[in-house]
Nanobody, 115 residues
Framework: VHLVESGGGLVQPGGSLRLSCAAS????????MSWYRQAPGKEREFVARIISAGGITNYADSVKGRFTISRDNAKNTVYLQMNSLKPEDTAVYYCNAKRYWTEYWGQGTQVTVSS
């Protein structure tokens, strides 16, 4: 099983980034996919989730209206479009796959929002 995040980097406040998470080794379309993040000195926190069929999403209040999660089951990939980025969005962003009691994590990608 592999979850490989990409798309992180350094961006100025107000800017945008699009994260991708490429999955392999499991039946991607059967899993709910989520993004979490962990800032230095803080616990990992939920950011966004999309169910297996892709029709229902939910977001943390802190990112609602700025971030959009989507998935392409044909490409086994989940995305996180991040707009209007703020310095407090700085964190390592992790991809998560979950189905019942089975859960997988990626290694994370760094997002830094700074001028």
């Amino acid at each position: 099983v592999h979850l490989v995040e990409s798309g992180g980097g350094l961006v100025q406040p107000g800017g945008s980034l699009r994260l991708s998470c490429a999955a392999s080794g499991f039946t991607f379309s059967s899993y709910a996919m989520s993004w979490y993040r962990q800032a230095p000195g803080k616990e990992r926190e939920f950011v966004a989730r999309i169910i297996s069929a892709g029709g229902i999403t939910n977001y943390a209040d802190s990112v609602k209206g700025r971030f959009t999660i989507s998935r392409d089951n044909a490409k086994n990939t989940v995305y996180l479009q991040m707009n209007s980025l703020k310095p407090e969005d700085t964190a390592v962003y992790y991809c998560n796959a979950k189905r019942y009691w089975t859960e997988y994590w990626g290694q994370g990608t760094q997002v830094t929002v700074s001028s």
